[in-house]
């Protein structure tokens, strides 16, 4: 893998070599025979999905990092040749994984947002990165991979070069169905700078959805970072009564930001059937003031000492709005042949009926119903017993992160529960 005339597609060859034969540990990202177990359960349960859809970060956390570790013993670049061997080396890890991902998925689309990790920095694709500006290339290097691997042809191949190029979004309007998919760049929401650019995927969002609206198209969000809460940081640094202020409550977006994207959603009640987000690794939601609900797709990687998961959603064919969705995980503590049925969300929640408006009920009576919440909080690490278990102290943090608030409301919240 270091050599610099080994191509993408001999990567799989060399994996194959490895004596590593078992899933990612906790603590760890995502390895090759733990992406060939998520690929095939998906491929075995894919049945006549029309979409697959990732939240984003498939690239794995720090890889320039361990990149320049290697070739200089430091973290950092020494020159613009350390810098474009690094970028060599992250467009071939990241032909590698799609061509992976498109084997699975046949020739259905593959809907996509960006992560934090789809970049050259590791801080998302047009992070104002100081040292030898290394995200500046990062959306015009892989425009035409994402095109052709993941959207597989299936969006006007113009306006996706012109959109994901300059932000890292774009617009997909499936033949055949009366959807429109909008995959976001909100982790530039999460960053200072690039105002320029973040106006314009505001205005751009505002018109695909006042589009939409007029055409009675339906929408499905995609994001990676979602607005509200960061509840990992936040419960890590409470004090030890669970209680934060504002130094400790942490929140993923900058406020300006969450502002104007609930501002926009306000103005087209209706049209959103499903919004989907990853970034913080766990089985959580996010109901917003609008009435819609984000979901928050579990994470393959185990990383945060999570189990990998994944989702499989049902839907209404008249509203496309979501009415179910199956669970399924790798335990990782017994290395299983493969991941196996974890939940229904109907049948461990009895729940019938749409499922945002589903989640939206539940919300107020997890603070009431200690079995229901011994539920959620149960499925929240994907069936990992972690060692950073929600607890009864922790659990108001939780359970406030579920309403997207400001950070002063979201600190009343956990401070009065």
Known sequence: MTKGSTQAGEWAAIFETSSIKTASAWGKDTNYPLLLLTLSS??????????????????????????????????????????????????KALAFVMGQVRGAAGNIPVMFAVGNGDSYSGYGPNHPDSSFNQDSTFLPDTVELFYSKFLNGSVDHQAFITTFTSGGYYSAEPPGTNLMVLGLNTILFALPGNTGIIADEFAWLDSRLASAQAAGKKVWLLMHAPPGADIGTTTSHADSNGHIDATTAAMIWLPDYQTNFLRILAKYPGVISLTLAGHTHMDEYRTLPSGDVIEITPAISPCFTNDPAFKIFSFSQETLKPTDYSSFNYDLATNPGQFDSY???????????????????????????????????????????????????????????????????????????
Request: glycine share 8%; proline share 6%.
């Open 343 to 417: 939940y229904t969300f109907s049948t461990a929640y009895s729940r019938q009926g749409l499922l945002g408006p589903s989640l939206a009920q539940l919300a107020p009576e997890f603070a009431t119903d200690n079995a229901k919440q011994a539920i959620y909080r149960g499925l929240y690490f994907s069936g990992h017993n972690s060692p950073n278990p929600i607890t009864d102290t922790n659990w108001p943090i939780h359970w406030c992160g579920i309403g997207i608030k400001t950070q002063l409301e979201f600190i009343d919240c956990v401070n009065s529960y």
């Open 42 to 91: 998906i491929r075995q349960n894919l049945e006549a999905s029309p979409l697959l859809i990732y939240t984003g970060d498939l690239l794995g956390h720090g890889i320039p990092q361990y990149f320049y570790g290697h070739i200089n013993g430091s973290q950092l670049p020494r020159d613009l040749a350390d810098v474009a061997a690094m970028k060599a080396f992250t467009d």
